[in-house]
């Protein structure tokens, strides 16, 4: 694999590994259908503190996966693009066509 190949699968892994917790999951998922939320909004949906989910925003932010826009003493947070739900429905699809496949063993 030469260099710019490389360096296209590091920033893709950047992305996907930002993803790989299921409260930061839970976060991208809200954000997806609330459009915005404020951190202590998201804080009281984790159900976590400040500081960890102040965390988990920090590392979607730099994987550019979330924006955020100070409106007076508030930091909304929301999608900067829409399309990482296509991840969630892919990523859906593979689960069902585990379980298929483990039901079809069983039998």
Same mark, same amino acid.
């Given at each position: ?23 930061? #999951?839970? $976060?991208? %998922? ?11 909004? #998201? ?21 550019? $996966?979330?924006? %955020? ?5 508030? $930091?909304?947070?929301? #999608? ?28």
């Amino acid at each position: 694999m030469n260099a710019k190949k490389r360096a296209k699968y590091e920033a893709r892994a950047r992305v996907i590994k930002a993803m790989a917790h299921p409260t930061r #999951l839970f $976060i991208v %998922d809200q954000l997806a259908h609330d459009e915005q939320r404020c951190v202590c909004e #998201l804080t009281e949906m984790v159900g976590a503190d400040m500081s960890t989910v102040s965390r988990h925003l920090t590392i979607l932010r730099e994987a550019g $996966i979330i924006e %955020d826009e100070r409106r007076g003493t508030q $930091i909304l947070y929301r #999608l900067r693009v829409k399309c990482v739900l296509n991840f969630f429905d892919c990523v859906e699809a593979v689960l069902e066509s585990n379980a298929k496949e483990r039901m079809e063993l069983l039998r």
